[in-house]
């Protein structure tokens, strides 16, 4: 992509309402468009962020879970939400048909996966299954000021999952986590991450959630240096020693930190509440036992712009930079556009500045942009066939002879 052909461009400042970290650079670099307080447009660069943590999300769903995607709507029947009881909560957001008929805008979507799954089960050969999407939620949140960390409308990957037994249902439940702790490995905050005791669960004491450690993160967490687990500070009041080892609450470090998932066991609560059962062998009726999943895929995006950002602006990890390559030309033009077609033709994604702007606005803005690897093309370079080359989070700069500075990146990349 020329940078000189997109239609965003970055800027200085941005409103002083803003406080939030993740918010500000995000709008600096042209990733969103912030169009009311927790509703974002999502522009060229960040979508391209967005669409690698889906994807990255959605092959795992896949091809570790076995999962089956679908589409759910976000319109939903309010009298779904009466028959689980879940019509009152706070953050629906209501609406009307024309003709009369009250609708919710879907927060989560246990209302309509239970009996759209309902019209396809009936034995327990039918079983297990499970069934996701990534799509928008919305939620009425009362305070939308952490930017894309907490939106009125966001991302978000929901799996639903069914089952005949309380084993099937445990050991689904088991793989999720290693599936978990694998994709936000692979969006490159896998170090930072925790696995987290917290309430909620409906027929378990715990539900399980991913949590990032970060200052700009609103739960508080202990977490336990002895086996890496954590307990969410809302629950620990009952709660005296680290669930998984046994540590002493008092030896439990307390941090901030980042919801980027919450996994829960839900048992029959819904299957209950819409009738949802199965014929077991001997031919009688259960009910079907569930789990429910989420990630939040926008969220995760601004967790990552929170934890890595630095003082020049945004660094990306690899697997979801916008672009892999930032292609910088110094007063090198003719050069530079052959190494931009020699990317081009090896499929790098590159973002190629080919505007006529000083050498100190490139590198400002190319800071701020975050891709994972800036490659400089100068006549200095040049003088000894060469160009350089720098990781965003890195300070050291490396010359590569620029006949092999596209199989330099592959290599990196791989
Ligand atoms: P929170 O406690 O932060 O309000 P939640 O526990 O209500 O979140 P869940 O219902 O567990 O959220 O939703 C699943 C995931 O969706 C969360 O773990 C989080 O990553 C993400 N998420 C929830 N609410 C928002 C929001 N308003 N904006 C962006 N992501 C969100
Ligand atoms: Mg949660």
Same mark, same amino acid.
């Given at each position: 992509m020329r940078q000189s052909k997109l239609f965003t461009k970055t800027r200085k400042e941005v409103s002083s309402e803003e406080v939030s970290l993740n918010a500000q650079l995000l709008l600096r670099g042209g990733f969103i468009n912030k169009e009311m307080a927790g509703v974002y447009s999502f522009l060229p660069l960040g979508l391209r962020v967005l669409k690698k943590i889906e994807n990255i999300v959605r092959k795992e769903m896949c091809e570790a879970l076995g999962a089956q995607e679908v589409l759910m709507p976000a319109i939903h029947p309010l009298e779904n939400y009466k028959t689980t009881g879940r =019509?009152? &909560? =706070?953050v629906l957001f209501h609406t009307k048909l024309n003709g009369g008929g009250d609708l919710v805008l879907g927060q989560s979507h246990e209302e309509i996966v239970v009996p759209l799954f309902q019209r396809f089960v009936?034995? #327990?050969? =039918?079983?297990p299954h499970g069934i996701f999407q990534i799509q928008a939620k919305f939620r009425n949140e009362p305070r939308a000021k952490s930017g894309i960390l907490r939106g009125r409308e966001f991302l978000m990957k929901d799996l639903y999952s069914f089952h005949a037994t309380e084993e099937c249902f445990d050991s689904y439940y088991k793989k999720s986590q290693e599936t978990y702790h694998s994709i936000y490995k692979k969006l490159g905050i896998g170090d930072c991450t925790y696995f987290t005791f917290a309430s909620g669960g409906t027929f378990s004491k715990y539900s399980h959630e991913f949590q990032t450690v970060s200052p700009a993160g609103e739960d508080e967490i202990y977490l336990c240096?002895?086996? *890496?687990n954590a307990v969410n500070k809302e629950i620990i009041g009952e709660v005296d020693a680290c669930p998984k080892c046994g540590r002493q609450k008092k030896d439990l470090q307390v941090k901030k930190a980042i919801e980027v998932g919450n996994i829960f066991p839900l048992g029959t609560k819904f299957s209950d509440a819409f009738g949802l059962t199965y014929k077991d062998e001997k031919g009688n009726d259960k009910p079907v036992i569930m789990g429910c999943y989420g990630i939040g895929i926008s969220r995760v995006m601004g967790t990552v712009v929170e934890v890595f950002a630095d003082k020049k602006g945004i660094v990306w990890p690899k *697997? &979801?930079?916008? #672009?892999t390559v930032h292609l910088l030309s110094l007063s090198a033009e003719e050069e530079t556009e052959k190494i931009y077609n020699s990317f081009l033709k090896a499929g790098v994604e590159v973002l190629f500045d080919d505007r006529e702007k000083s050498p100190g606005e490139k590198f400002a803005e190319s800071d701020l942009i975050g891709a994972f690897l800036r490659v400089i093309v100068s006549k200095k370079t040049l003088e000894s066939d060469s160009v350089e080359i720098k990781r965003r989070n890195e300070e050291k700069t490396v010359l590569v002879k620029k006949s092999e500075i596209v199989k330099y990146v592959q290599e990196i990349m791989e």
């Open positions: =019509d009152k &909560i =706070d009936s034995s #327990y050969k =039918d079983l240096g002895e086996c *890496n *697997n &979801i930079a916008p #672009y």
